[in-house]
């Protein structure tokens, strides 16, 4: 009912620079808070960066000052601008959200896209 996808990922060298792009689309009636997660192979997920809809801001300490995370609420996306980025920033990088799909519904934050592979080379 509700899908995400992501795009922005690819290779770059150290120091280099990405743009990650997640548009949500499907049943939608409300979304509060968007957000970056990445998974490194042999580890947990881990969260990166989220905004809510007021425009609230997080971020993990590994990527405070290198990344950027903006929303665009009217077109339900958003989006990660990593700068100076770090081999140890590799990782699948995924898109989450929490969604209302009806007014009296429950707020749901189960919602993830497929993931974007992001590498950064030395």
């Known amino acids: 009912q509700v899908q995400l996808v992501e795009s922005g990922g690819g290779l770059v060298q150290t120091g280099g620079s990405l743009r990650l792009s997640c548009a949500a689309s499907g049943k939608i009636f409300s979304i509060n808070i968007m957000g970056w997660y990445r998974q490194a192979p042999g580890k947990q997920r881990e969260l990166v960066a989220t905004?809510?809809?007021?425009?609230?801001?997080n971020y993990a300490d590994s990527v405070k000052g290198r990344f950027t995370i903006s929303g665009d609420n009217a077109k339900n996306m958003v989006y990660l601008q990593m700068n100076s980025l770090k081999p140890e920033d590799t990782a699948v990088y995924y898109c989450?959200?929490?969604?209302?799909?009806?007014?009296?519904?429950?707020?749901?934050?189960?919602?993830w896209g497929q993931g974007t592979q992001v590498t950064v080379s030395s």
């Open positions: 989450n959200a929490g969604v209302k799909i009806m007014p009296l519904s429950s707020w749901k934050y189960d919602y």
């Open positions: 905004i809510t809809s007021g425009g609230s801001t």
